[in-house]
């Protein structure tokens, strides 16, 4: 899927822009873009590996642990495939934990610590699975509960009430989550119907 | 009450875990640089994805495209009552959080951070994730390809999120 899309993303500018006859700020967006995703790199190695080393610390001392026993209930209902002892529980816990604090960075390494132990699982091995899926939709649907970074945005704009998105943020976010939980579970019920 | 949550919440998290690392007595700096480590590699793993992906975002919006593309969903966005200066964020949203951060900062320079547009970009910003990088570096990080119902569950749930933004922002 990606590969087309990619692949349809860059022949599309590249074509839109002989067209309008613009490909001098085409190769100039190409190569800025470039070195932005390098840049944003070197930003995210800083503030990644320091997230890495502190939930080192926390899964380590067995906090992490403890936290994840407490999501332990959600987790029972979300992928009903994951063995009670399997590996990949502590991660998806973690991710989504770091995920609900809006600690999007801490949230990464460990998602993709889950991904990699819920791999191991699917002999069809370019093939998600019914997990893999559903924590990915999840993931997406944006698990956040407090926008940091928004309320930032809006204090520096000037906004009278920066924290007023708070509310708004938490019920809109409900819902996204919500239809994701509801739309894998719809999934899930479609696959064991086929299967029988 | 809320915005001193917000300020106190990522020191109180780091410390609350090194403290928890010391009196477990764990040697806490050995443990934070073999995470750090891992961070990096993590961070290495992921850096062609973002060059791949970025650039092909750079190319599309510098093309004209994504402008014409805004423009032609512009009617039926009205249809859907979908205001016209979240279409591009709506879209970019998908694939670029730093290029959607770009158009809300926009939003807010013109319409206030306060008025119901603001308001709106703020909360979706919120309340959605950035569909094609989250899919690209988790499946892309375990070399899957067949995504099967992940792109429609997500945007699906996305489209969710927009409508509640627009909906709590406009009511």
Redesign the interface.
Known sequence: ???Y??GF??L???L??AA?N?LE??T???L???A???T??IT??GI???????????S????IEWLAEKMEPILNFLFPDLEKNHPARLPIAVNMVANM???GMAA??A??EA??L??KDER?????SNA??CF??I????L?L???S??A??SQ??????????G??L???G??????VI??KL?ELRKAVAEK | M??W??RI??PL??S???G??I??R?P?FD??????????R???N??PT????????????????LD?LSNWLSVPATWLHLPAPLIPLTLIRLISN?AA?GL??DI??RY???SPM??AA????????T??Y?????????????????????L??????V???IV??FL
């Open positions: 899927m990606l590969n899309l990619w993303m860059i599309t500018g590249m839109w822009g309008n613009n700020a085409v100039q967006g190409l800025d873009s470039a932005e995703a390098v944003l790199s995210m190695v990644l590996s320091f997230w890495s080393g502190v939930l080192e610390v926390g380590q001392s067995g906090l604090l809006g600690l990464t390494p998602g993709l991904m990699k819920l791999q069809k091995n370019n093939q998600a893999m899926c990915l939709i993931n997406i649907s944006s956040q407090i926008p940091i928004m309320i945005y809006r704009y000037g906004s009278a009430d920066p924290t007023a998105v708070l708004p943020a019920l809109a976010t819902c996204s989550t919500l239809t994701a739309f894998c999934m | 809320i915005q949550i917000s919440l990522v998290i780091v609350y875990i090194i928890f690392g009196l477990s764990r806490v443990d934070f640089l073999t995470g750090a480590k891992e961070g990096i993590t961070t290495v992921i850096l973002l060059v791949g992906l970025m650039t092909a975002v750079g190319v599309l919006r510098s093309s004209g495209f014409t730093s951060i809300v900062l807010f320079t206030g951070p306060d603001g308001m703020s909360v979706m910003m919120s309340s959605t994730e569909v094609f989250c899919i690209s570096v988790y499946f892309g990080s375990v070399h899957v390809t067949k995504t099967r119902y992940v792109l429609p569950g997500a699906l749930a996305t489209a969710a999120g409508v509640a933004s709590i922002a």
